[in-house]
Nanobody, 123 residues
Framework: QMQLVVSGGVLVQAGGSLRLSCAAS????????MAWFRQAPGKEREFVAA????????DYGDSVKVRFIISKDNAKNTMSLQMNSLKPKDTAVYYC????????????????WGQGTQVTVSS
């Protein structure tokens, strides 16, 4: 079992930056695919970014590419999402997720989920 705790959500103005963190416990993230998803009201959960444990380069959803940066610290068992140039359309609840495999990593079918944190970007 793995527990994920998300922190860092807040209200920010458009054009600003924000960093989300995901702390894992119960299992190492070294051999785990870690990802961020988000869900806006009335919309499906959307893939934001992922790090597959055996692939050096992270992958990003088209709407956040270039602006967001995903990273993880294996020593601290944590993952982060640096969000830059934020837009009102980035407003959503952000979730971190983890799974011990890499297939379908863009789909919200992960084994473990954090509780989510609200990010609101005002115009």
């Amino acid at each position: 079992q793995m527990q994920l705790v998300v922190s860092g959500g807040v209200l920010v103005q458009a054009g600003g930056s924000l960093r989300l963190s995901c702390a894992a416990s119960g299992r190492t993230i070294i051999s785990t695919t870690m990802a961020w998803f988000r869900q806006a009201p009335g919309k499906e959960r959307e893939f934001v970014a992922a790090i597959r444990w055996f692939v050096r380069a992270p992958d990003y959803g088209d709407s956040v590419k270039v602006r967001f940066i995903i990273s993880k610290d294996n020593a601290k068992n944590t993952m982060s999402l640096q969000m830059n140039s934020l837009k009102p359309k980035d407003t959503a609840v952000y979730y971190c997720a983890a799974q011990p495999r890499s297939d379908d990593y863009r789909l919200p079918k992960y084994d473990y989920w954090g509780q989510g944190t609200q990010v609101t970007v005002s115009s």
